[in-house]
């Protein structure tokens, strides 16, 4: 019988819990023994999981979070904790071990594989910036929830003749902020993959658009780029309209993982454990035009995939 571990790390994202799911019942299936690992690497380090079954995961494929709890873990990067969690792996006969996480955590899923343990990482994130994936465990809910949040900002700047200037997460990405300003029809969208004036891309744009009768507006930043109250003022000063800054912040993290998530979740979920028991680790389970496929992760660390500018250019054409 085998016996594989899971955790989850780095920042949560909507959809793990469904990604648990499926590697539990997976391997229970499979007669493998899971062991749930508690606050990523830590749990990993401090032998802190307990024994899953099929009824562990009842219940929890339609929540956010995670049941396994997350956290960023300095100490797992020195040679000490990677010599204290290949210590807890033996003694636990852990022969393999799913990280769910972004690229930070695969980083550490490549190097617990290079000693011996064979691990297989899947992409949750909400920022959706994993370079050998189109989609990431949780960007769907994510942005859909931006999508909400902005629309509510709406009515009331709509209201009051004034403009919503919105910070959006994505941490050194601009994919959430690019998709919900055009899903949410913003005249100026900020994203740090993309050099902006302000001046022209945002004031000018909207004088323009206030000469054809538009009285209110929406500008989405990316995290990345940042200083929404200070544009705001900024906007106040040059147009004379009304200006309020919204930080979204962790509400963009929270919530039902919507039917993508779980159903992408599940899938990757159920690939890990198959490689798994195949005796296959260091792989990156990614997704590429709707197909689940896997990459070495060393390989997977060094892949790119830009932001989508012909999107970029629609949304400057239209949301004018
Ligand atoms: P994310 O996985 O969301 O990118 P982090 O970058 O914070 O989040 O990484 C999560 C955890 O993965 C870190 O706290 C650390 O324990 C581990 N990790 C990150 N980078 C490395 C690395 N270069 N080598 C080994 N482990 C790493
Ligand atoms: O990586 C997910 C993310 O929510 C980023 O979008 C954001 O920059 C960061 O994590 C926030 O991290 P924390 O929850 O530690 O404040």
């Known amino acids: 019988?085998?016996?594989?571990?899971?955790?989850?790390?780095?920042?949560?994202?909507?959809?793990?819990?469904?990604?648990?799911?499926a590697v539990v019942r997976a391997g229970c299936e499979k007669g493998m023994k899971v062991f749930g690992i508690k606050r990523g690497y830590n749990g990993l380090m401090d032998n802190d999981m307990y024994e899953m079954n099929l009824r562990t995961v009842s219940d929890i494929i339609q929540r956010?979070?995670?049941?396994l709890y997350s956290a960023r873990s300095p100490k797992f990067k020195t040679d000490e904790g990677m010599e204290q969690a290949m210590k807890v792996c033996r003694e636990r006969g852990i022969d393999g071990l799913v990280v769910i996480g972004g690229d930070g955590s695969f980083r550490g899923a490549r190097d617990l594989s290079l000693k011996?343990?064979?691990?297989?990482?899947i992409p949750g994130t909400i920022d959706n910036d994993i370079g050998c994936c189109d989609y990431t465990i949780g960007y769907d809910t994510a942005l859909n929830t931006v999508m909400q949040m902005v629309d509510r900002i709406r009515d009331t700047t709509e209201s009051h003749d004034r403009c919503a200037v919105v910070e959006v997460m994505g941490r050194g990405a601009g994919y959430i902020a690019l998709n919900a300003g055009i899903a949410c029809g913003a005249?100026?969208?900020?994203?740090?993959?993309?050099?902006?004036d302000f001046e022209r891309d945002v004031i000018d744009r909207m004088k323009r658009t206030q000469k054809t009768g538009k009285v209110h507006f929406v500008i989405i930043v990316s995290e990345a780029i940042g200083g929404v109250h200070e544009m705001a003022k900024r906007i106040q000063a040059e147009t004379g309209v009304e200006s309020r800054a919204t930080v979204l912040g962790?509400?963009?993290?929270?919530?039902?993982?919507?039917?993508?998530?779980?159903?992408?979740?599940?899938?990757?979920?159920?690939?890990?454990?198959?490689l798994l028991e195949q005796g296959i680790g260091n792989r990156v389970v990614a997704m590429q035009k709707e197909k689940i496929l896997d990459f070495d992760i060393y390989e997977a660390l060094n892949m790119k995939s830009g932001i989508d500018l012909n999107l970029y250019k629609i949304a400057q054409e239209i949301s004018i």
């Open 250 to 274: 962790h509400v963009q993290r929270g919530g039902s993982p919507t039917a993508k998530d779980r159903i992408v979740a599940s899938q990757m979920g159920y690939r890990a454990v198959e």
């Open 64 to 67: 956010g979070g995670t049941i």
């Open 1 to 21: 019988m085998k016996t594989i571990g899971i955790l989850t790390s780095g920042g949560d994202a909507p959809g793990m819990n469904a990604a648990v799911r």
């Open 187 to 196: 005249t100026s969208i900020l994203i740090p993959e993309i050099e902006y």
């Open 116 to 121: 011996g343990v064979p691990c297989v990482a």
